[in-house]
């Protein structure tokens, strides 16, 4: 049986489930967490790229720089109401 077809799809797959992880890291509050799950996976999603060709690749991106942006907008501001919590 050939793999390398359910492979693509896999990492087709990752790369949408990466710009929704993505989009909902630009949650408040919770979007800490769904921005590192979404750079985590596309992390996966790059290795597979060195294989095959990614169709999906622009999902990928894009859902990598919604995730890179809420995680330093959440960062900051879960670091600031900590720190104006604790004076």
Same mark, same amino acid.
């Given at each position: 049986?050939? *793999?390398?077809?359910?492979? /693509?799809? /896999?990492?087709? /797959? ?30 996966? +999603?790059?290795?597979?790229? /060195? ?25 900051? +501001? *879960? ?9």
């Amino acid at each position: 049986m050939n *793999d390398i077809p359910a492979a /693509k799809i /896999k990492m087709m /797959k990752g790369s949408i489930h990466c710009l929704i992880l993505g989009l909902l890291g630009l949650l408040p509050v919770i979007g800490l967490l769904f921005a590192l799950a979404a750079l985590w996976r596309a992390g996966g +999603v790059r290795a597979q790229e /060195k294989l095959f060709w990614n169709a999906a690749r622009p999902y990928r991106l894009w859902g990598v720089a919604c995730a890179a942006v809420g995680a330093v907008v959440w960062s900051v +501001v *879960d670091l600031l109401l900590i720190g104006h919590a604790i004076s």
